[in-house]
T-cell receptor, first 113, second 114 residues
Framework: KAGVTQTPRYLIKTRGQQVTLSCSPI?????VSWYQQTPGQGLQFLFE???????NKGNFPGRFSGRQFSNSRSEMNVSTLELGDSALYLC????????????FGEGSRLTVL | GENVEQHPSTLSVQEGDSAVIKCTYS??????FPWYKQELGKRPQLIID?????GEKKDQRIAVTLNKTAKHFSLHITETQPEDSAVYFC?????????????FGQGTELSVKP
C-alpha cells in the first residue's frame, strides 16, 4: 500500500510569491490534514479536509488556504510569501471517521528568500 | 485556547536506562492522546496512543499513562536503545468529529548514549 506522497519535496521562493503544495493520501483515507513544522514552533495544525470540506482550521492567516478534490488528494496554497513561512509542510492522512492514527508524508520543505 | 506543554525539551540517557517525557494539556474536552516519534530527516510516526477511558497502556518497552483530573499524560520508555534516539511529540485532541486535528507539544529530543 503506497504511503502519503507530497510534492514537491523542496522548493525555494522569494517574498511576495505564492506556492502550491500537493498531497496524495493513502488509498481509502478521506481525511487530509496539513501541519507546519519549524524548529521554534514545533508542529502546528493548519487545516483539515474531509470529503472535500474543510472540517477544522488552525490559527493561521488567510494567506494559507487549501482544498480537497473528489479523489481525496489535497493542495495547500500560501500567497504573498513571507520569510517566516519558511518551514517543512507536512501532510497527514487518516480514515477520517474520528481521531485516529495520522499517516504523515515526508513533507515539502519551503524556503522563502 | 488549546495548548499542550511538553517537558523536557531535551533528554539524554545511557543505554538501558529509562526515559520519561511529560505533557500537560489545557482543553478538558481532549480525550485522545497520541505520541509520535520523528527520527532525523524522517516523517513523524505514531508509536502509541491512549484514549480517555484508559489510565495506562503498554506496548513492549513503551507505556503511556494518563491522569485526566490533572490533565497530565506521560510516555515511559524502558531499557532504552540507541535506535530510540529521536524527537518525541505528544499531542491531544477531542475524540469525536475532530478528525486530523491534533495539538502537539513542542517535542523532546531524546539521545540514548551507548
Amino acid at each position: 500500500k503506497a504511503g502519503v506522497t507530497q510534492t514537491p519535496r523542496y522548493l525555494i521562493k522569494t517574498r511576495g510569491q505564492q506556492v502550491t503544495l500537493s498531497c496524495s493520501p493513502i488509498s481509502g483515507h478521506r481525511s487530509v490534514s496539513w501541519y507546519q513544522q519549524t524548529p521554534g514552533q514545533g508542529l502546528q495544525f493548519l487545516f483539515e479536509y474531509f470529503s472535500e470540506t474543510q472540517r477544522n482550521k488552525g490559527n493561521f492567516p488567510g494567506r494559507f488556504s487549501g482544498r480537497q478534490f473528489s479523489n481525496s488528494r489535497s493542495e495547500m496554497n500560501v500567497s504573498t510569501l513571507e520569510l517566516g513561512d519558511s518551514a517543512l509542510y507536512l501532510c497527514a492522512s487518516s480514515l477520517g471517521q474520528d481521531t485516529g492514527e495520522l499517516f504523515f508524508g515526508e513533507g515539502s520543505r519551503l524556503t522563502v528568500l | 485556547g488549546e495548548n499542550v506543554e511538553q517537558h523536557p525539551s531535551t533528554l539524554s540517557v545511557q543505554e538501558g536506562d529509562s526515559a520519561v517525557i511529560k505533557c500537560t494539556y489545557s482543553d478538558s474536552a481532549s480525550n485522545y492522546f497520541p505520541w509520535y516519534k520523528q527520527e532525523l530527516g524522517k516523517r513523524p510516526q505514531l508509536i502509541i496512543d491512549i484514549r480517555s477511558n484508559v489510565g495506562e497502556k503498554k506496548d513492549q518497552r513503551i507505556a503511556v499513562t494518563l491522569n485526566k483530573t490533572a490533565k497530565h499524560f506521560s510516555l515511559h520508555i524502558t531499557e532504552t536503545q540507541p535506535e530510540d534516539s529521536a524527537v518525541y511529540f505528544c499531542a491531544a485532541s477531542p475524540f469525536y468529529n475532530q478528525g486530523g486535528k491534533l495539538i502537539f507539544g513542542q517535542g523532546t529530543e531524546l539521545s540514548v548514549k551507548p
